[in-house]
């Protein structure tokens, strides 16, 4: 989700990156022959993977839907891959560093109920109806206004959400590593190109299986080695307890606690109340994101039959929980394990610091006013602020998104390093293999075809697609550059899905729910929703003392501010979708056969045993989400 | 993965198989001449060693289990 996640920099975000490329240090890590060849084998298997199954992408099944063969495993963990971006691994281990395990909702309850509902309860109809994106159930259930609102809103998302993100992922690259934007823009983006080119969403899928495997592979070693030397998870709780103390002067153990302290805005470290992270993140974001952006459902789709394809996210769901383990004990065990060259402990800082501290740095010369009156909101000893305003070598500054490279630097070493490094990257690409390899099937179903040439052939559309997907890339390309010299739209581009995703959440349920909602409902449900969003959004953009006001709280963040942002949205397009199908005419039922629950006959399936049994395996996910829950309650 | 071809577990494993020896063979060679990296923690672990071995004979298992015109088998 972390398209969601960058929005309006809140915990979980790069931020303003850009900031980084005024920082002017050494590069984190020297890369050895070993780890240059672990990633040049990683570059070579995928497109040995695109050449191979170019030749069973020639038909506009094969190459948008990769044939709906997909077995349940494979569509489950494409799912979950194709949302496990770098940005998000680093951007997440950083909010642990900053918020504790409250970040874990964005694994848990932002995730894990909306997965079972896909699964259970939607996906029958997104399978029975047959279509191929999410945009052309709309069209099914709306009628083709609905349709072009939602595909035009995806498509421009999706090209701009992947320039942006490989900018990030090029800054990163440049400051952990010190490799060049422009050479880490173009051999990542080259390779995703050629491999969802030539293999379509089926060469995507595999690469994001195989990405997945190496993702874990590469990132599990972290934890496992840092919790040994923080002595245990006791260890890592009494030292991040003692390290609280020594800065803030207060006994608390709030990093360690899911729903404790989420009573008040104030109360806990990330801003935000409970009805906000139940029903704004619980609730809308994450069911708009895993039930309704095609990104993720279109991996489902691919699955070869129902069952499948039910199976396919509560498979998903059992990996997502288990993601903190790579993602937020990484950025908490760098809270107490990271260490500068003297052998004190490192303290990582916002981008704002870095940034403010970096702009005089360029200079030759420490901007005193900027860099130090930032320092001061730290926690960062004043012998050390006073060591960075001198200029004294070994004191640059880190920001808190740096917590997973540093630690995998701290632990290692050559040929491992390579492998960790190749995770990052691979989780980069699997992010944008999904947003092109989306964007591709949305653009040539959704908007060519009903709009531009209905007639074409089966070969034609699949033209289309391997064209939209080397447009879709050029255009990212041309995004991350335009991002590179224009900071100031980063924000607007990545709040592009949380402005969307509210008002298409409400337009699906309604539609795929109430039998009554018509056509000019959906259409304007989710054209007005999408405005009043961006409403909300410009408001704070313009008025930041608007933020209460949307939260409810002076005491709220920024992450609190997406949440009820999503929530107001949902709410208005509900309230437009039900007034204007109490006014208009509704379809006759008859016609809602395959779209809308109590209108269609869903397909019997056989009997299985219990072991293959869809509910048996959600039941069981439930019960180890409440465990997980009341555990670090 | 349903049909004919090579099966996504398969390439998987010819990864994992690669890079577990890459890594356990640094590892035995790190341990041998006890040249170790200078910043790198708990060196003492030998971890390329085992998870060198891990990834290789996780890749191992998943190359024979899934090599073409084995698979489904």
């Known amino acids: 989700m972390h398209q969601l996640l960058l929005a309006a920099h809140p915990p979980g975000s790069l931020g303003p990156l850009p900031a980084l490329l005024a920082f002017n240090a050494e590069p984190l890590a020297h890369l050895r022959l070993l780890d240059i060849g672990v990633i040049a084998i990683y570059f070579v298997m995928v497109i040995w993977i695109g050449f191979y199954l170019k030749g069973r992408s020639n038909t506009s099944e094969e190459f948008f839907m990769a044939g709906r063969e997909m077995t349940a495993w494979i569509a489950g963990l494409s799912f979950v891959s194709a949302n496990l971006g770098s940005l998000e691994l680093m951007g997440w281990a950083g909010s642990a560093y900053q918020y504790g395990i409250l970040a874990t909702h964005w694994y848990w309850i932002g995730a894990i109920p909306a997965m079972l509902f896909l699964g259970l309860v939607m996906m029958p109809f997104y399978y029975v109806c047959k279509t191929h994106s999410v945009p052309g159930y709309l069209d099914l259930r709306y009628g083709g206004h609905a349709r072009s609102v939602a595909a035009f809103s995806f498509a421009i998302e999706m090209i701009l959400m992947s320039g942006v993100n490989m900018f990030a992922m090029a800054v990163v690259m440049k400051v952990v590593l010190g490799w060049d934007i422009t050479f880490s823009i173009l051999v990542s983006s080259v390779a995703v190109a050629a491999y969802v080119g030539l293999g379509g969403l089926r060469s995507a899928i595999f690469n994001e299986v195989l990405q997945f495997v190496l993702i874990w592979g590469g990132a599990l070693l972290v934890p496992i080695l840092g919790l040994i030397q923080a002595g245990g998870v006791n260890g890592l709780k009494t030292r991040i307890i003692a390290n609280m103390q020594s800065m803030s002067g207060v006994h608390s153990d709030s990093y360690f606690h899911l729903w404790r302290d989420t009573g008040s805005f104030a109360s806990n470290p990330m801003g935000v109340h409970w009805t906000g992270i139940v029903f704004g993140l619980g609730f809308v974001i994450s069911f708009g994101y895993w039930t309704t952006d095609f990104l993720v459902v279109q991996r489902v789709l691919a699955a070869h039959n129902l069952r499948a394809a039910r199976m396919a996210p509560i498979i998903g769901s059992f990996f997502k929980m288990a993601v903190p383990f790579i993602v937020i004990l990484p950025g908490l065990l760098g809270l107490v394990l990271l260490q500068n060259n003297d052998g004190s402990r490192r303290q990582l800082v916002g981008e704002d610091v870095v940034k403010a501290c970096a702009a005089g740095e360029q200079t030759g010369l420490v901007d005193q006013s900027g860099c130090s009156s930032a320092m001061a909101k730290t926690t960062l000893p004043a012998a050390y602020q006073a060591r960075v305003l001198s200029g004294a070598p070994d004191t640059e500054l880190h920001s808190y998104n740096e917590a997973l490279p540093l630690m995998m630097i701290r632990y290692l070493g050559p040929g491992l390093l390579g492998l960790g490094i190749t995770a990052l990257i691979a989780g980069f690409m699997s992010g944008m293999a999904g947003n092109v390899s989306a964007f591709s099937t949305v653009w040539t179903y959704d908007i060519y075809k009903p709009l531009i040439n209905k007639r074409g052939s089966d070969s034609h559309y699949v033209l289309v697609g391997r064209l939209s997907i080397l447009i879709g890339v050029a255009v990212s390309i041309g995004a991350a550059y335009l991002v590179m010299h224009m900071h100031g739209i980063m924000d607007y581009v990545q709040a592009l899905f949380s402005i969307f995703v509210a008002p298409l959440l409400s337009v699906i349920l309604f539609g795929m729910f109430w039998k009554r909602a018509t056509a000019l409902a959906g259409f304007l449900g989710l054209l007005l929703g999408i405005v009043f969003s961006a409403s909300l959004f410009m408001w704070v953009k313009l008025e930041p003392s608007a933020l209460a006001s949307i939260a409810l709280s002076p005491d709220a963040k920024p992450m609190a501010e997406n949440v009820f942002r999503a929530l107001w949205a949902f709410i208005f397009s509900a309230v437009v979708v039900v007034v204007i199908s109490m006014l208009t005419k509704p379809k006759p039922v008859a016609e809602l056969d395959g779209l809308v629950y109590g209108a269609t006959v869903l397909p019997t399936e056989e009997p299985v045993p219990f072991f293959r049994n869809e509910y048996m395996w959600a039941i069981l996910v439930v019960i180890i989400f409440a465990a997980l829950n009341i555990i670090f309650w | ?73």
């Open chain 2, 1 to 73: 993965m349903h049909g004919s071809g090579i099966p996504i577990w398969f390439f998987i494993g010819v990864l994992l198989l690669i890079y577990g020896a890459m890594i356990f063979g640094y590892g035995v060679f790190e341990w041998s001449t006890g040249s170790y990296p200078p910043l790198v923690q708990l060196t003492s672990l030998h971890t390329p060693v085992w998870w060198g071995g891990v990834l290789g004979l996780l890749g191992l298992f998943y190359v024979l289990k899934f090599r073409p015109g084995q698979a489904g088998k």
